[in-house]
């Protein structure tokens, strides 16, 4: 997959129906290939065809002489492209037939059928940008809402990167002092603060990683399941949440039988909404296949809201429902709030929030919109204009670099801070500064094996 010298193809468009399907072609041979599958109208000879124009025609099968379909071609010369190789792209009529048989043909002429993400890790590979970009590209294609897709935006345009580039060649810069002072003991080596760059590299790490906690929330979502005991209200505070009357809603006890998920975009934040079968000991056979649902419903939660009946008394039930989410993220929502108050609220879970609110009327529902903010944020502010890391991969790197920095720090001590007295501890030091510079190259993909490449790029589509 690292060769660069075939030329890949693929359906970039998704399967099925669709106004155009495209196939596209990068390589050494997509020009040729191109030449040979399309007739264009008019005036043939003219066909060069001009980079970056597009030219109306068919798509042909020599062999039989048939028309395939009727399209629009472009192609696009490196290295002004995508992948910064040749591409060619024929725009066919969106069935799914016409863009199998051109893409057969395309294969007949020579191209391989590309990989998932392999048009992306070309570009890579060209240098056109880096993996954290290329990462970008596939969270722009899955943001959820418009500020995850900013987030990804900004990653795409390098805002992650560059700041990783810094920290990491605020490093080398120390590393080479390091070396320098272990290869050339006698020479005079311009004093550096290696205490200060370190401590510079921890703190700019450790904000990184401190805002990574929005950006991943921004490109993954938050799995926030609707609990209580049945009848409390759940599947109308879903309801009422996505302003749509998406569950059913009844009287009756045990109306909600099965896990129900819709993703609503709460300012910005992508919420995977878990409505649940209310939990309760006296249940059929089948309830309690649904209770056994919203069990796991409530673990897999990254936040759940647990309903109370706030017209009636606390039960058993409520009770043993709160014990089962001792470990968890939780906001109360006392439900009913246009009946009479009944429900004594602060007796249950009493160290979370609780907030009041009518599911049937909207009366408090901006107030738990809040608060779900607030308790997904910690009660921090949000900062959107600087670059957010949203990547778990990177997240991981950035903790690992920092272990290495700390280490670091904790060998100056050894080492000492002048070169003259960089004693036995300066090779640690050296040790611990080059894994933190290596490791932070895997963020941009300056060290990176192959390995973690196929990890990454196996999350694309084929053809993107
Ligand atoms: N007065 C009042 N009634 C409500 C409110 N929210 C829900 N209800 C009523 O409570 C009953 C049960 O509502 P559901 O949303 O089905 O309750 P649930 O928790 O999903 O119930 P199960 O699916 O059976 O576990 C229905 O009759 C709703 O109209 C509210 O805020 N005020
Ligand atoms: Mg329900």
Redesign the pocket.
């Known amino acids: 997959m690292l060769a660069l010298d075939d030329t890949i193809a693929a359906i970039s468009t998704p399967i099925g129906e669709g106004g155009i399907g495209i196939v596209r072609l990068s390589g050494p041979e997509a020009r040729t290939i191109l030449r040979q599958v399309f007739l264009p109208a008019g005036q043939p000879c003219d066909f060069g065809p001009e980079s970056h124009r597009f030219y109306y025609g068919h798509v042909v099968d020599t062999d039989s002489n048939s028309a395939v379909d009727e399209v629009l071609v472009v192609l696009m010369r490196a290295p002004r492209t995508y992948t910064r190789q040749d591409i060619a792209e024929i725009h066919c009529h969106g069935g799914i037939v016409p863009l199998r048989q051109t893409m057969e043909l395309v294969l007949r002429c020579g191209a391989r059928l590309a990989e998932p993400g392999e048009f992306t890790l070309r570009a890579f590979l060209n240098g056109r940008i880096d993996l954290a970009q290329a990462e970008a590209v596939l969270d722009i294609v899955r943001a959820k809402t418009e500020v995850g897709l900013r987030v990804a935006m900004q990653q795409l345009e390098g805002g992650v990167s560059s700041e990783v580039r810094k920290i990491r060649s605020e490093l080398v810069g120390a590393l080479a002092y390091v070396e320098a002072s272990l290869d050339f003991p006698e020479d005079e080596i311009p004093p550096l603060d290696l205490a200060s760059v370190l401590s510079s590299a921890r703190e700019q790490i450790v904000t990184l990683l401190d805002r990574a906690d929005q950006g991943l929330v921004y490109r993954q979502g938050v799995r926030t399941a609707i609990v209580?005991?049945?009848?409390?209200?759940?599947?109308?505070?879903?309801?009422a949440l996505l302003r749509t009357s998406r569950?059913?809603?009844?009287?009756?006890?045990?109306?909600?039988?099965d896990t129900l998920e819709e993703t609503l975009n709460l300012r910005g934040i992508p919420l995977c909404l878990v409505?649940?079968?209310?939990i309760t000991e006296s249940a059929d056979f089948i309830a309690k296949l649904g209770i056994e649902r919203s069990r796991q419903a409530l673990q897999q939660a990254d936040l759940v809201l647990m309903?109370i009946?706030g017209?009636e008394l606390l039960q058993a039930e409520d009770f043993e429902i709160a014990d089962l989410l001792r470990n968890q993220t939780v906001i109360v929502v006392v439900?009913?709030?246009?009946?009479p108050a009944i429900a004594d609220g602060s007796r249950i879970l009493f160290r979370v929030r609780h907030v009041p609110?009518?599911?049937?009327?909207g009366e408090g529902l901006d107030l738990l919109e809040d608060a779900i903010v607030e308790t997904i944020f910690s009660g921090q502010v949000q900062t959107s204009d600087l670059p957010v890391v949203s990547n778990p991969r990177h997240c991981e790197i950035l903790r690992r670099a920092l272990g290495h920095v700390n280490a670091a720090k904790s060998s100056i001590h050894v080492a000492g801070t002048a070169p003259s007295v960089l004693g036995s501890g300066a090779d640690l030091l050296a040790v611990d500064l080059t894994a933190a510079v290596s490791a932070l190259g895997e963020i941009t993909g300056e060290t990176v094996s192959e390995d973690v490449l196929d990890a990454v790029f196996s999350n694309f589509c084929i053809g993107k």
């Open positions: 209580g005991r049945p009848n409390v209200g759940k599947s109308s505070l879903l309801n569950a059913i809603v009844t009287p009756i006890p045990g109306t909600t039988r409505d649940t079968a209310g309903v009946d017209g439900n009913k709030l246009d009946l609110l009518s599911a049937r009327t």
